[in-house]
């Protein structure tokens, strides 16, 4: 049996120890470290209703005998309790971003310097299996050298980000930090070279957010018959759930002056090989409008692709040849985050390695800060980099 340790048990940790016990069904939570011990209780298994629950990570480290640990705390908190594991050798599962400022982030860097505690970041993009057979054709040559890359993300459920605890800017730092996470660490991985310089724009407050209460819900609201974010307006028009909800156009969404997630963003940004690309993210997309790839560019060829179609094209410039390749359906993350429970559970068991170590969180949120950065100030910023 494995024993795992927990900081953290929210949904988002329900749905990941569901999913691993996919990869390993002989595991149990035996420890846990969360302030409401009675909402961790009721979003644990059956098999896991055992778990000690524990003051601190120090607590749980030294008497919980782990195999591995989980850290999937609210954005802020990530890094601190890195910082504290890092002391330990215990395999942890680090979820992102793995810091929500530079001062953060150095931190972080810093306390994993001599380090032997092995991580796993979750950035099941760059693992899944469309991303790893694009990286396959790229290290095949089959385009040449990868001189430009062209990477969406239009979020279909972008509403989450005015909703509830993600609306939060003190815990969030925007949709950088949060979302450009994941594209900025598979961008690099595909054009293996790490991003160095970054110019970037941002629009805040133009479509969510506004003066309504901070507490308003739908079911208080007089506008919920015609405001197309009402539950029932979101079933009638299939972009949405009956679910009752905080308004979107709240004051607690944050205002562009005080601090509040983005309703899209853009980053052009360099790579030190030479290359460039764009990225652009936008949260008010509804229905089949959602898209998440990228369109990778060398002087042989192009490869393009999509995750919601999960299809990959290929491109030959010098040959009346295209080809289209399909991933199966129905896989988290686009087949990802079953990737990296595999990684995971085989550093427990002493039989692989990370694929996504601390290096990989650390050099996404340096890139991601020096977007922030420039969107802020108008100005290219310079992308601190691991080690410097």
Not at 23 to 46: C, F, L, T, W, Y
Not at 58 to 77: F, P
């Given at each position: 049996m494995?024993?795992?340790?927990?900081?953290?048990?929210?949904?988002r940790?329900?749905?990941?120890?569901?999913l691993f016990?996919?990869?390993?069904?002989?595991?149990?939570?035996?420890?846990?470290?969360?302030?409401?011990e009675?909402?961790?209780?009721?979003?644990?298994?059956?098999?896991?209703?055992?778990?000690?629950?524990?003051?601190?990570?120090?607590e749980m480290?030294?008497?919980?005998?782990?195999?591995?640990?989980?850290?999937?705390?609210?954005?802020?908190?990530?890094?601190?309790?890195?910082?504290?594991?890092?002391?330990y050798?215990?395999?942890?599962?680090?979820?992102?971003?793995?810091?929500?400022?530079?001062?953060?982030?150095?931190?972080?860097?810093?306390?994993?310097?001599?380090?032997?505690?092995?991580?796993?970041?979750?950035?099941?993009?760059?693992?899944?299996?469309?991303?790893?057979?694009?990286?396959?054709?790229?290290?095949?040559?089959?385009?040449?050298?990868?001189?430009?890359?062209?990477?969406?993300?239009?979020?279909?459920?972008?509403?989450?980000?005015?909703?509830?605890?993600?609306?939060?800017?003190?815990?969030?730092?925007?949709?950088?930090?949060?979302?450009?996470?994941?594209?900025?660490?598979?961008?690099?991985?595909?054009?293996?070279?790490?991003i160095?310089?970054?110019?970037?724009?941002?629009?805040?407050?133009?479509v969510?957010?506004?003066d309504?209460?901070?507490?308003?819900?739908?079911?208080?609201?007089?506008?919920?018959?015609?405001?197309?974010?009402?539950?029932?307006?979101?079933?009638?028009?299939h972009?949405?759930?009956?679910?009752?909800?905080?308004?979107?156009?709240?004051?607690?969404?944050?205002?562009?002056?005080?601090?509040?997630?983005?309703d899209?963003?853009?980053?052009?940004?360099?790579?030190?090989s030479?290359?460039?690309?764009?990225y652009?993210?936008?949260?008010?997309?509804?229905?089949?409008?959602?898209?998440?790839?990228?369109?990778?560019?060398?002087?042989?060829?192009?490869?393009?692709?999509?995750?919601?179609?999960?299809?990959?094209?290929?491109?030959?410039?010098?040959?009346?040849?295209?080809?289209?390749?399909?991933?199966?359906?129905?896989?988290?993350?686009?087949?990802?985050?079953?990737?990296?429970?595999?990684?995971?559970?085989?550093?427990i068991?002493?039989?692989?390695?990370?694929?996504?170590?601390?290096?990989?969180?650390?050099?996404?949120?340096?890139?991601?800060l020096?977007?922030?950065?420039?969107?802020?100030?108008?100005?290219?910023?310079?992308?601190r980099?691991?080690?410097?």
């Amino acid at each position: 049996m494995i024993r795992l340790g927990v900081v953290g048990y929210g949904r988002r940790c329900k749905g990941l120890i569901n999913l691993f016990r996919e990869v390993e069904p002989d595991i149990r939570v035996v420890g846990v470290v969360d302030s409401d011990e009675a909402g961790a209780k009721s979003r644990m298994s059956e098999e896991d209703k055992d778990a000690v629950f524990y003051s601190g990570l120090a607590e749980m480290a030294s008497k919980g005998k782990l195999d591995g640990l989980i850290i999937a705390t609210r954005c802020n908190l990530h890094t601190p309790y890195a910082i504290e594991a890092a002391k330990y050798d215990i395999p942890l599962y680090l979820e992102k971003p793995v810091a929500v400022s530079m001062e953060q982030a150095v931190s972080l860097e810093k306390g994993f310097e001599n380090a032997k505690c092995p991580v796993v970041v979750s950035f099941p993009l760059r693992t899944s299996p469309l991303c790893q057979i694009t990286n396959r054709y790229l290290r095949e040559d089959r385009i040449g050298n990868p001189e430009h890359i062209c990477a969406t993300n239009y979020v279909s459920y972008g509403t989450v980000y005015w909703k509830e605890g993600y609306r939060d800017y003190d815990v969030t730092r925007g949709l950088f930090l949060q979302k450009a996470t994941h594209d900025f660490d598979y961008m690099m991985y595909l054009m293996d070279s790490p991003i160095v310089r970054v110019a970037a724009m941002d629009c805040k407050g133009r479509v969510f957010g506004g003066d309504k209460p901070a507490s308003l819900k739908c079911s208080e609201c007089g506008e919920a018959d015609t405001c197309p974010e009402s539950p029932a307006n979101m079933m009638r028009g299939h972009y949405g759930s009956d679910a009752d909800h905080v308004c979107l156009f709240s004051e607690a969404c944050g205002n562009p002056e005080t601090g509040m997630n983005e309703d899209s963003s853009s980053a052009l940004v360099q790579f030190a090989s030479g290359a460039h690309g764009v990225y652009t993210q936008v949260f008010y997309t509804r229905r089949d409008a959602h898209e998440r790839g990228a369109k990778i560019s060398g002087y042989k060829g192009t490869l393009d692709f999509n995750w919601y179609t999960n299809d990959l094209k290929y491109v030959r410039h010098f040959e009346p040849f295209s080809d289209v390749i399909k991933a199966d359906e129905g896989m988290s993350h686009f087949g990802g985050d079953h990737e990296l429970a595999h990684d995971f559970f085989g550093i427990i068991k002493g039989k692989g390695e990370s694929r996504t170590p601390i290096e990989t969180g650390l050099r996404s949120v340096y890139s991601c800060l020096a977007a922030q950065e420039s969107a802020e100030t108008g100005q290219f910023v310079r992308v601190r980099q691991v080690g410097s």
